[in-house]
């Protein structure tokens, strides 16, 4: 059987799962099929460094990673080797430094665990470079058409859901409008099934351009029927019909500050138009740190399995996927070309209003 040296890198933001892939990786090309496996630090930004931030990775450097959070290579959004920041404002272009370099390690080609702008990179490098790319999926948010479900976001929703039960139970006690927001700054996918999960009142996502008033009729129309409290889940990305949310970034030394949110602009929309006690959590990173449940292990284990199965099949180019239940794999070039938003015939919108949830919209 032929024996392959290849890399792998996470980029992107974190998704609880990543260290099960990996894990997963290790342990079949390099436990079962004899290969070598190279981690790179940072996502692309390992190999570029000198020296370069490389390991060698074993089943024994990968034990007790199934049920860890985070990545263990380090994962960055600022690595586009094809733009990367020149230290004064402007970009630079060290693709082709990067290419040579994994050519220099001898590596036939690398695993690619992340989003859609890292699987894009991806692309672009083996377009450009002719180097081989494999890619797995990877993001909370669930927002890659070309797969049902990514690992992560059945995880991010069990976090946002325990919050929403917590919530609820001092909402009641307060008589409370209680706001949570969750990640989705495009896509309302973990609000709509924390949402449907964690019985909330209102589900307010990107994908409806939301009327405050709808909302305010909903808090008054409970009231009227002796449920004096309120649970709205809030998709960060949410936004009213004509657009006016508070400032929500401010340039902040090299970086950005995270001030007020959308759910702080629907709190003040709220309290104008009813007399509330409205109370606001923003959920943040806490949706994406710590262990994946069960669900996300499995489907993590999978991935990284079916990975090292298409290098094996010499399938470069592919991305794996789950589809109608099965994990296969499509073209890269065809799993980044369509984004998955909350569409508006989407059954689960459906049962949401049907159980009385108001979109605002
Ligand atoms: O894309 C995943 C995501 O979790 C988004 O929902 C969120 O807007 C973003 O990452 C946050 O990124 P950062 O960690 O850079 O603040």
Known sequence: MAT???GIL???GDAPGLNAVIRAVVKYAVGKLHWQVIGIEDSFNGMLDAPRRLHDLTPRSCQGLLHRGGTILGTTNKGDPFAMPDGSGG???RSGELAAAIRAEGLEGLIVIGGDGTQAIGLR??????????????TIDNDLSATDLTFGFISAVETATDALDRLHTTAESHDRVMLLEVMGRDAGWIALWAGVAG???????PEIPYDADRFAAKIKERRMRGRHFTIIVVAEGAAPKDGNTLPS??????????????????????????DVDVRTT???HLQRGGGPVAFDRVLATEFGVRAVELINAGQWGDMVRLNKGKVTSVPIRDAVAEYRTVEENHPLLAVARSVGIEFGG
């Open 4 to 6: 392959h040296r290849i």
């Open 10 to 12: 996470t980029g992107g």
């Open 91 to 93: 970009h630079t272009d």
């Open 125 to 138: 490098l083996m377009d450009t470079h002719g180097i081989p790319v494999v890619g797995v999926p990877k």
């Open 199 to 205: 019985g909330a009142d209102c589900i307010v996502i």
């Open 249 to 274: 970034e401010v340039p902040h030394g090299i970086g950005t500050l995270h001030t007020a949110s959308a759910a702080h602009t629907l709190a003040k929309l709220l309290t104008e138009r009813v």
């Open 282 to 284: 923003v959920l943040g």
